[in-house]
């Protein structure tokens, strides 16, 4: 039911997974009602998405629940190392760490850190904050079925699991339903890309503390004879997913009996398990798809309704919660009239060919990975191979049971040539030393600083200069910190009001930054009031300086060097922590040009724009 006193909301959200639920806490957070509708009664049981990254907890601490995470996940520190055993009682293969070597240089590039926090733990946490927030109409066990569009808004018609009917009204519509939720479909949008792997996942409880506490991880990828595949160590050391492949249609997730999972298990393990307990098992599909496009009229789509990611690299989630991160400062300016609705058309340009870099990467990782398995002569493109014959028309004519036996056998045949690693032979020998020195490649599969903080957009809701954009030797895995416009605002810590801050904190959440040098700070303030028309959208000026006088005191002089301005120049800032623009020194009529770019961030025309 509608909360006492709601008004009409302005956004309908369908999907309460990570990403619905932070578009909706950013969207209040902007003072906008939204209705939050969900097809499940509760939080996702699984612990599924692991990885929040650095960008994604920023976004977090931005609508209140980050420091909540930090204080309730288990010392990410402690466990960042990703391992590869025949099996945890086994022989260890090799190690590499999943974090930076230098923390204090890391805790220098933001205010939070990427952490393990399963989606279980994650979810649970959120639907309490939006559960809480008076301007959310939270609607679990209803599903969207029927989506309309008028001129003047969208109506979405909802079934609960009892079969009531309800029809909902908004401005607009955001499916975060996923990659097999009803939206998308709904107003005809298709997916590009293809399908990597059909994985079994057995989600289970166990102590196997004995078998790792002495080398604690995330990962633990398994390579014998029986397992080939990952166990995910989601709360050390008992809360685990063990992620095997299958081979349909001759196989299927039937095939995969409790009493075969706890085989499995105890495969992966190489020692009984007293202690376990099979609690779901589901298959998951990795695919690597996009949608053509993140809108159709005052529909968008965010998150694994836009992209499907494999989990190699785990910035599925992470990518969701930033595409609604770009999004909500844009509806939110649209629906309060302090931009043009063309605004709205810089969401899939900026968005999309960051979910596309991404999706590349996450192949990449996956098809890396052939790397290691390959010492021993296991090549995926034998499994490709594999499923090749397996949808030949000549073979699907055969008997069902020879097809299955033909699968099963070529199967056993393939993961036979991982016995060598743990075989007590020089072969054995030599093939483990190969395997461990190959492990280091790995690194930008676990190790993506660089994507997660230095993405940056090639058009939108900024204005482009021509200069190239400063890179780090390795862009995937390390970070180089820049106001080149459309990258995130470098982080710094300043002083205000006697508090130590970051200066994201000091980002106004509904208007624009301009944040100026103290040897400026008095020019562009004069340019500001000098605008006529003012702009539709506030601008609010900060000044950064060594002096108490400032708005935000920087004793150490760090933004002097990371504003990559001068003087009297200035940095532009949107409500989602990205440069607008910025201006190297004052111009000769700042007045003028700082209309002429937040005309152009902003809308062609604000004088046309549609008021409040």
Request: charged share 20%.
């Amino acid at each position: 039911m509608t909360k006492s006193g709601a008004s009409h909301p302005k956004v309908l959200i369908v999907g309460a997974g990570p990403t619905g639920l932070t578009l909706a806490l950013l969207l209040a957070r902007a003072g906008l009602r939204t209705a939050l509708i969900e097809r499940n009664d509760g939080p996702q049981p699984h612990p599924a998405a692991c990885i929040l990254s650095t960008r994604t907890m920023e976004v977090f601490r931005e609508v209140g629940v980050a420091q909540e995470i930090l204080e309730r996940c288990q010392d990410v520190f402690e466990r960042s190392t990703i391992t590869w055993v025949t099996t945890l009682a086994g022989t260890e293969l090799g190690r590499c760490s999943a974090a930076p070597d230098d923390l204090e240089a890391l805790h220098a590039l933001s205010p939070v850190h990427a952490l393990h926090f399963p989606q279980n733990r994650l979810e649970p946490l959120l639907w309490e904050k939006v559960r809480r927030s008076p301007l959310v109409d939270f609607r679990p066990g209803q599903d969207g079925v029927a989506v309309e569009e008028s001129d003047g808004g969208i109506t979405l018609r909802t079934v609960a699991g009892n079969g009531d009917a309800a029809t909902l009204a908004g401005d607009y519509l955001v499916a975060c339903d996923g990659a097999t939720g009803p939206i998308r479909r709904l107003i005809g949008i298709e997916t590009e890309g293809p399908t990597l792997q059909h994985m079994i996942g057995v989600y289970f409880t166990a102590d196997l503390g004995r078998f790792v506490d002495h080398r604690k991880s995330i990962l633990y990828w398994v390579l014998n004879e029986t397992v080939f595949g990952v166990l995910i160590a989601h709360w050390l050391p008992h809360e685990w997913v063990l992620f095997v492949p299958y081979f349909p249609p001759q196989q299927s997730p039937e095939d995969f009996s409790e009493g075969r999972c706890r085989a499995l298990v105890e495969a992966a393990v190489g020692a009984p398990v007293s202690d376990l307990d099979v609690r779901l098992v589901r298959p998951w599909t990795l695919a690597a798809r996009l949608a053509e496009r993140y809108r159709r009229g005052r529909v968008f789509l965010a998150g694994d309704a836009a992209h499907s990611f494999p989990p190699t690299g785990g910035l599925g989630l992470n990518t969701g919660v930033q595409d609604v991160h770009n999004l909500a400062w844009k509806l939110a300016a649209t629906l309060k009239g302090h931009a043009d609705p063309a605004l709205l058309e810089t969401y899939e340009q900026e968005r999309r060919p960051v979910a596309a870099t991404n999706l590349a990467h996450s192949v990449r990782n996956f098809d890396n990975m052939n790397d290691l398995s390959r010492v021993v002569g296991l090549d995926h493109r034998h499994l490709r191979r594999l499923r090749a014959v397996q949808n030949l028309a000549l073979f699907r004519r055969l008997p069902q049971r020879w097809q299955r036996g033909t699968v099963d056998a070529a199967l056993r045949f393939a993961l036979g040539r991982l016995a060598t690693l743990r075989a007590e032979t020089p072969k054995g020998a030599a093939a483990r030393a190969e395997f461990t020195r190959r492990i280091p490649g790995q690194a930008p599969h676990y190790r993506f600083l660089g994507l997660d903080l230095g993405f940056s957009y090639e058009r939108g809701a900024f204005r482009a200069e021509a200069t190239p954009k400063p890179e780090a030797a390795d862009p995937v895995i390390d970070y180089r910190p820049t106001t080149w416009p459309s990258a995130r605002l470098p982080h710094v810590w300043v002083r205000t009001e006697g508090a130590r801050r970051a200066i994201h904190d000091a980002i106004a959440p509904d208007a624009l930054t301009l944040l100026a040098h103290e040897a400026g700070a008095g020019a562009w303030r004069a340019a500001l009031a000098g605008l006529d028309p003012a702009p539709p959208m506030p601008v609010r000026l900060l000044c950064v300086g060594a002096t108490a006088d400032a708005d935000l005191q920087d004793p150490d002089g760090a933004w002097a060097g990371l504003s990559e301005t001068g003087p009297t120049g200035a940095v532009l800032v949107r409500p989602d922590g990205h440069v607008a623009w910025r201006a190297p020194a004052l111009p000769e009529a700042p007045a003028r040009a700082l209309a002429a770019v937040l005309r152009e961030v902003l809308c062609l025309d604000w004088r046309n724009c549609r008021k409040p």
